[in-house]
């Protein structure tokens, strides 16, 4: 296709060097965005006259026969200027020539970006939405288990599995909070700021951002044009997101190989070795983490080329977005991937009872036994304890049977008086469960807290899955607007 578009100080540039600029490989997600947004500025240009009906008419039924994904011809310069050159072939320069009146490809690439960004978000919330109930799925069918608890990988303290998947449920759901409120600030409109000075053509902002779904308007004509913080925001969400689910990941790893032993994964998760025909690999899990770190990446390259740019519009900024899409293409399959395996998860109810044979995780309990029926300072009950659990660990004994035998011993050596408690009630200190029910503290990992925090978590669910289907809603309502203000011209040039 010839090059009609560009005739003042740059003539042509070599194939070389247009290859090399080009963002058509990439603009394919953008192409239906930049449809709407030629409409609806075409439309504000013929209702405050700057553009006659019968050019304007010209120009909307054009794009409305458009499809929603073109191909484009890879020797233009990006998907506007392909779009704008067709047009001026199809249907003349006499009517094509006012699409890009008042507009320019920054701010039309600014909006179509956030249109794009934001149709990602909302997929992406859904994700979020689907991973968020396949964890209260393993709360409710797996929670009471108890659940060796780990700090530095090494035994701390007893939990249960439904405490544990809570921990994640949180950490999802802030990630969803993040989300939800990077979509408040994508939602904004940056078209009428035309290269970055805005324009002395009538175009109603405010009217155009209404038929793209805008919330509102980008205030600053440069700013609009200039800035990518959006998507800066949108790969640091990305990359937060992922590093949660790359956590889960890793222990669901650890916790379906032999040594833990405390899950297995759906076989539809994972797969076979080549040579070992035993091996269950976890291979999900280990694409999820190793996916982690190429959305980093992205980010990271993201924030490098955004770093140093003078302010308003520079070419530079269309690097970003081929590391957009791969972090939001990421992160989606990471996060349904990640759901459909937790979906899949079956615990171990005996490994996990055998897991505290002979485990020394209720020591703190024994501390806090000190201090609450010995009036010991928790520092002294802390020496004390730790003292016993060195002596059962040299001795190959149980923490019971060293408290037993050494207890009044080393506490007249820590606290300077001797120390005994009875049989009974050491059993029930250092019992995992019997420990777990004596938490007190909100959000603890008492079992009995489990059931009241699953409620909530329903509730949270329900609530992001009413603020997308509202999101989704208006977004449709304006499409609908849009294409029937588009279709109200086109019938009456028919008529006419």
């Given at each position: 296709?010839?090059?009609?578009?560009?005739?003042?100080?740059?003539?042509?540039?070599?194939?070389?060097?247009?290859?090399?600029?080009?963002?058509?490989?990439?603009?394919?997600?953008?192409?239906?965005?930049?449809?709407?947004?030629?409409?609806a500025h075409m439309l504000s240009l013929m209702k405050s006259g700057e553009v006659g009906e019968k050019a304007g008419t010209a120009c909307l039924a054009f794009l409305e026969r458009l499809p929603g994904h073109m191909k484009?011809?890879?020797?233009?310069?990006?998907?506007?200027?392909?779009?704008?050159?067709?047009?001026?072939?199809?249907?003349?320069?006499?009517?094509?020539?006012?699409?890009?009146?008042?507009?320019?490809?920054?701010?039309?690439?600014?909006?179509?970006?956030?249109?794009?960004?934001?149709?990602?978000?909302?997929q992406l919330l859904g994700e979020a939405d689907g991973l968020m109930a396949s964890l209260l799925k393993v709360m409710r069918r797996f929670?009471?288990?108890?659940?060796?608890?780990?700090?530095?990988?090494?035994?701390?303290?007893?939990?249960?599995?439904?405490?544990?998947?809570?921990?994640?449920?949180?950490?999802?759901?802030?990630?969803?909070?993040?989300?939800?409120?990077?979509?408040?600030?994508?939602?904004?409109?940056?078209?009428?700021?035309a290269a970055f000075a805005g324009t002395s053509v009538k175009v109603d902002r405010a009217a155009v951002a209404k038929l793209l779904g805008f919330d509102g308007l980008v205030s600053n004509s440069m700013f609009a044009v200039s800035s990518r913080s959006f998507v800066l925001e949108?790969?640091?969400?990305?990359?937060?997101?992922?590093?949660?689910?790359?956590?889960?990941?890793?222990?669901?790893?650890?916790?379906?190989?032999?040594?833990?032993?405390?899950?297995?994964?759906?076989d539809e998760y994972s797969?076979?070795?080549?040579?070992?025909?035993?091996?269950?690999?976890?291979?999900?899990?280990?694409?999820?983490?190793?996916?982690?770190?190429?959305?980093?990446?992205?980010?990271?390259?993201?924030?490098?080329?955004?770093?140093?740019?003078p302010n308003s519009y520079n070419l530079d900024l269309q690097e970003i977005t081929p590391h957009l899409w791969r972090a939001f293409e990421d992160a989606s399959t990471s996060s349904a991937m990640t759901a459909g395996m937790l979906a899949t998860v079956k615990f171990d109810s005996k490994r996990l009872a055998h897991a505290f044979d002979g485990d020394m995780s209720t020591a703190t309990e024994?501390?806090?036994?000190?201090?609450?029926?010995?009036?010991?300072?928790?520092?002294?009950?802390?020496?004390?304890?730790?003292?016993?659990v060195r002596y059962a660990v040299e001795k190959k004994v149980s923490l019971q049977e060293a408290a037993e035998a050494q207890l009044p011993t080393v506490s007249e050596k820590i606290a300077g008086r001797p120390i005994k408690i009875d049989k009974?009630?050491?059993?029930?200190?250092?019992?995992?469960?019997?420990?777990?029910?004596?938490i007190g503290s909100a959000g603890g990992a008492n079992p009995a807290f489990a059931a009241r925090q699953m409620v909530q978590d329903k509730r949270d669910i329900e609530k992001l899955s009413n603020w997308l289907a509202d999101k989704e809603n208006k977004l449709d309502g304006s499409a609908n607007m849009l294409r029937n203000q588009v279709r109200t011209y086109l019938r009456r040039e028919v008529r006419s």
């Open positions: 296709m010839d090059n009609i578009l560009r005739g003042s100080r740059v003539k042509a540039s070599s194939k070389r060097a247009n290859d090399f600029t080009s963002s058509v490989g990439f603009d394919g997600p953008l192409s239906r965005h930049v449809v709407e947004i030629n409409m484009v011809d890879p020797s233009t310069e990006d998907v506007h200027h392909w779009l704008e050159q067709n047009a001026v072939a199809t249907i003349g320069m006499e009517s094509a020539g006012y699409l890009n009146l008042g507009k320019s490809r920054n701010d039309q690439v600014a909006a179509a970006l956030r249109m794009e960004v934001r149709s990602r978000v909302l929670g009471d288990l108890p659940l060796p608890g780990y700090t530095h990988l090494q035994r701390a303290q007893p939990t249960t599995v439904s405490h544990h998947m809570q921990s994640h449920f949180e950490a999802v759901l802030e990630d969803a909070d993040r989300l939800a409120q990077l979509y408040r600030r994508v939602n904004r409109s940056p078209m009428g700021s949108a790969l640091a969400d990305l990359e937060i997101l992922m590093v949660d689910l790359s956590r889960m990941a890793e222990e669901l790893i650890l916790w379906s190989s032999t040594e833990f032993g405390f899950v297995e994964l759906g797969a076979t070795s080549s040579i070992m025909p035993q091996k269950k690999n976890p291979v999900v899990a280990e694409m999820v983490r190793a996916k982690c770190g190429s959305v980093i990446g992205d980010a990271t390259a993201a924030f490098a080329i955004a770093k140093a740019l024994l501390a806090n036994e000190l201090v609450r029926s010995e009036a010991v300072p928790f520092r002294q009950a802390h020496q004390i304890v730790g003292e016993l009974e009630r050491l059993r029930a200190v250092l019992d995992a469960l019997k420990t777990l029910r004596l």
